[in-house]
């Protein structure tokens, strides 16, 4: 796979490409929002669905006993993550499995915590369910994002916390949690009973020096007393075909989700997807590989490109995920300044900060999931604008 190649996506109904008119914005923007990749998928996922296609028949469809092997063996093989077949759901995705998780497994009114900035469906999944969102929030020091603790334990208590969503590696601050991290937001959850929704879709897009750690893989009480979700999304890029992969040990819990699954007749998913984990899993690995290295390629070329010519724009160095977080307080502009500066002046289209949460104003997430050149462009427009302006 050449990860160099511009594939034009317009006219695709990519949502990153294509929604300019929906989203508001400008025609000309170059788009490094959403977190998709500009990369096709493995090969092997392509010949995948294609032999299906030529079968011509696509009625409703469970996954055999290849598929929960599959997923089986690749947390075991990436993430040396022991998991049994039976301990996974599929569904349509991580995020309308939030919103599920929440409506079993707490009440209306109940406080979840969440660690701000973080990915804001998280937030909204609370809000729009009607519970409450208590928020620890991360705190950027020289050496990058780090948990309080003590606030952390502090929020629980004060406000009988039933649910805490972990994002696991951190989207947007690209933190990959290490052992010690895990095990004491771990340890607080289980001595105040807070069932621990773990979301680890970035789980295979750690960067070298980093190891992910499973936060089930931590010891049977912490496994027993969380959900992890899981997809092939992120990694071999199928946002579009919408296959997630709920691991549960805890049985009690597993069924309950199944059962309300089940209920509202999600229980299966589309076909596509199925086809496409179990290929990707099976054929992508070399792939990933490769894709790891390029993304971290990029990450250095955006680094070198802002600390020459930009050193007030610090880009928070990531450990993991293709999506960079960058501080812009340094040029000094109001929230609605910077955002209206990226759309209007640098003709970029960008995640703001805020959108994470407050601690996220004065902050851009950068999403670098495409070919350098592209990125080069994008940087180019930023240089540019910035210097219009000093
Ligand atoms: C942390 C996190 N969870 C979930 C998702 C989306 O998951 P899905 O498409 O399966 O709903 C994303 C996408 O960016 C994400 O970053």
Redesign the pocket.
Known sequence: MCFDNVINRKNTGSIKWDMMEEFKMPKDVLPFW???MDFKAPIGVSNALHERINHGIFGYTLPTNTYYETVVNWMKRRHNWKIKKDWIII????????NFIIQLFTKAGDGILVQRP??N??TEAVINNGRKVVNSSLILRENGYKIDFEDFEKKIVENDVKLFIL?SP???VGRVWTKEELLTMGDICLKNNVLVVV?E??HDLVFKANKHIPYASLGQNYSNNCIT?T?P??TFNL?GL???NIVIENQEVFHKLNKYLENISLAMTNVFGIISCEAAYNTGEAWLEELLDYLEGNKKYVQKFLTEKFPMIKVIDSEA?Y?LWIDFRGIAMEQNELETFIIQDAKLWLNDGYTYGQEGSGFERLNIACPRETLKLGLERLEKAINNRL
């Open positions: 959403v977190a998709d569904t349509p995705g991580i995020v309308p499995t939030l973080v990915y469906p998280f994002c951190h989207n947007p979301d879709i970035h979700c997809a999304s992120k946002g919408q296959i997630s995920t999506l």
